[in-house]
């Protein structure tokens, strides 16, 4: 209660708002907010934050060096345990220590002894981030130059096998190899076929229970005889049949089990010295929609006022909490859409040639590239009927008891790591796989949940629920875009990083950190030099060296892990005073050097961006880009909601960005496609 004495101090003028906004705080810390008194909050008008003490709300946890650093060096000599989670579909401002409303008071204490990351950048899609996060190499070389084969031009490409080739290094092979014990319980998405050798079982994982595919078509389990979408240590099963998980009339949620499944896997290996590395790589709360109860009741009327005011209650928590400045310009979302707009009239057809980042438009590009496809629906809540705001609130309703529900299973891996006596000499990693997702449901499929038998089955097993782009905008507060697009909303996620012994939250690391970072972190942390052997050389018929960049590993010739420890920015944050919001780039006083002082680039489904300093150069194809098909720019340290295209403002600063753009895509082997089109 600290904070609260101190905000008692301040001058009587602003008292009452500053209790109320102190209790916010002190609620991020401790524990979660009453959600019951959330529906009624969210439709009172937002304060004006404008004039609050900017020290007070700086940071909304403590920044002191931990009072256990003895202890830690003590811990040190033996190496780390590694617990790495990855939530699935996660948006940046759901978690309660991000400022959402939903009770997560597990990732609020991981917040309130680590480090959060407000600055990290994953894929705009799953597949392609955990090809990133394993391999610690940029997806085009080892295999997800796409989520999955693409059937386009690039079918057959080097790098667009839609698996983790052969190419890729694979940290948890590492660790293994270096004396670890290696597990993995949840999603995969990096390959289905076990005789070729795309599951965990071929990529250094001792044990392993995962969901091989992108998505489950039921977390309630009920998988047919005989199907393959779940593999166990190299064999393939099916929760839900008899003598297995779920089978037998026993519950089965798949959030729940994976954290049951990744516990027995750590006591399976406890006494041997051995530290352990585990993935936790969740399910949720990825569609279809489904919880058990009491989560699936638990937010019921909580969302009936509708995305609106949801969003500003984020926004407001968000500037308290310090996770973005109190002048920072939220992305404002979507214009609104009754109808679909049309495509070109080429659109489709052979004579199509579509505007793309290759041929943006005139005079950068080739006049003749014109064509884009049709635009979607996207109404406010004022304009849905009564029947739609119910399932919409619905749909959120259940996104959140999902979110809780993996909250407290994040809790009990944390708790049992307490109980056996391993949680002092662990590094824990949390972040989401990618934005917020968008995907809307066919209107066919919204008629069907709005019948009345149907929508009291929504959220159970069997249902269909996605909660369509709205809500994915109000998940992506205060960020442009959500999954499936480069724009911050599609991938920056929320992250938190906990060091072993710490007990205190050190100050926010605010630099641009991206997930190839993740597996250079790990071999730092568990001691383990990367392969730097370079390949022999390769030469093809026309005399190119197929090996040019490689390194010898295990046999193998794989690119090596080109992301960069991001530890010194943990250890630096530790020292530092925590920032405070006076304006908008004071950061830059605290943060020290940028991790990633080079470009780092970015193609996902045609979509763009090249990042560089300030700048963020961003393609999205029309009619959800500009309609003329230009790039944009944005200063991303003043604009990161990018608000502000300053394109025509410094032409030719963006030429620049677009041409380190190409040379990125060169020297990946990555291929833009000549129909930028995602997966909806």
């Known amino acids: 209660m600290r904070l609260l004495s101190t905000l008692q101090r301040k001058q009587t003028g602003r008292n009452s708002l500053l209790l109320a906004s102190a209790s916010l705080i002190s609620i991020a810390v401790c524990s979660a907010a009453p959600i019951a008194s959330f529906a009624a909050e969210i439709q009172k008008p937002v304060p004006d934050s404008s004039g609050l003490d900017d020290h007070a709300f700086g940071n909304s946890f403590a920044s002191q060096d931990d009072d256990n650093s003895g202890r ?102 590492l660790l293994r190899d270096g004396g670890y014990h290696t597990y993995i319980a949840g999603k995969w998405h990096l390959g289905s076929n076990i005789a070729l050798g795309q599951t965990p079982v071929s990529w250094g994982f001792e ?144 004579a199509a040639k579509y505007i793309n980042a290759i041929n943006p438009n005139p005079p950068v590009g080739d006049p003749s590239f014109v064509d884009y496809g049709p635009g979607l629906v996207d109404p406010l809540w004022s304009s849905l009927t009564p029947a739609q705001q119910q399932t919409q609130a619905r749909y959120m309703e259940i996104f959140a008891g999902m979110v809780e529900n993996l909250d407290h299973n994040i809790g009990l891996l944390i708790q049992h790591l307490k109980d056996i006596g391993e949680y002092d000499n662990t590094f824990i990693i949390f972040h989401s796989d990618n934005g917020a997702e968008g995907w809307p449901l066919s209107a066919q499929q919204e008629l069907y949940n709005e019948q009345p038998a149907n929508f009291a089955n929504l959220g159970q097993s069997g249902s269909n629920v996605q909660y369509g782009l709205r809500w994915a905008e109000v998940s992506a507060t205060p960020l442009n875009l959500v999954k499936g697009y480069t724009g911050e909303g599609g991938v920056s996620v929320p992250a938190i990083v906990h060091l072993p012994g710490q007990t205190q939250q050190y100050a926010t690391v605010r630099d641009f950190i991206h997930i190839r970072d993740s597996a250079p972190t ?75 002082l080079e470009p780092v680039g970015e193609e996902i489904y045609g979509r763009t961006y090249l990042h560089k300093g300030p700048w963020k150069a961003i393609f999205t194809e029309p009619p959800l880009g500009p309609l003329d098909g230009h790039w944009q720019l944005f200063n991303i340290e003043t604009d990161r909601g990018e608000t502000h295209d300053l394109s025509a403002q410094y032409p030719a600063l963006l030429q620049q960005l677009i041409t380190d753009w190409k040379n990125y895509m060169k020297s990946v082997g990555g291929v833009e496609p000549l129909q930028p089109k995602g997966y909806y």
Request: with cysteine; glycine share 12%; aromatic share 12%.
């Open 72 to 173: 830690r060096r003590e811990k040190g000599k033996r190496r780390p345990n590694i617990l790495y989670i990855v939530a699935d579909d996660l948006g940046y401002s759901d978690l309660h220590a991000f400022g959402g409303e939903i009770n997560t008071p597990n990732i609020d204490q991981l917040a309130a002894q680590g480090t959060v990351f407000t600055n990290f950048h994953t894929s705009a899609v799953c597949a392609v981030t955990r090809s990133m996060m394993y391999s610690g190499a940029d997806h085009h070389l080892v295999g997800e130059g796409t989520m999955g084969a693409p059937s386009d031009e690039r079918k057959g490409l080097p790098g667009y096998e839609g698996y983790l080739n052969d190419r890729a290094l694979s940290v948890a092979q």
């Open 207 to 350: 044990h392993s229970y995962v969901l091989l595919g992108g998505a489950t078509a039921n977390h309630f389990g009920h998988e047919a005889v005989g199907s393959q979408n779940y593999a166990s240590d190299g064999v393939y099963v099916q929760p839900g049949q008899p003598g297995q998980p779920g089978g037998d009339g026993t519950d089965f949620y798949d959030t729940d089990f994976y954290a049951q499944k990744l516990i027995s896997y750590i006591d399976a290996g406890l006494g041997d010295g051995k530290p352990f590395l585990a993935f936790a790589t969740f399910t949720s709360p990825h569609w279809p929609l489904q919880v058990p109860e009491p989560y699936l009741s638990k937010y019921s009327g909580f969302y009936n006022a509708g995305y609106e005011p949801v969003r500003a209650r984020r926004l407001h928590r968000m500037k308290e909490l310090g996770i973005i400045s109190r002048d920072f310009i939220p992305y404002p979302g979507r214009a609104e859409t009754l109808t679909a707009s049309p495509p070109t009239a080429n659109y489709g057809t052979p």
């Open 522 to 596: 790990l071999l730092a942390l568990a001691g383990i030099a990367p392969p730097t052997t370079p390949a022999p050389p390769l030469l093809n018929a026309d005399g190119v060296d197929q090996n040019a960049g490689k390194v010898v590993y295990d046999g193998r010739y794989v690119y090596p892990m080109s992301g960069l420890s991001f530890l010194d920015k943990v250890n630096d944050a530790r020292t530092r005073p925590f920032y405070s919001f006076a304006g908008l780039n004071q950061w830059e006083e605290t943060r020290g050097r940028p991790l990633h």
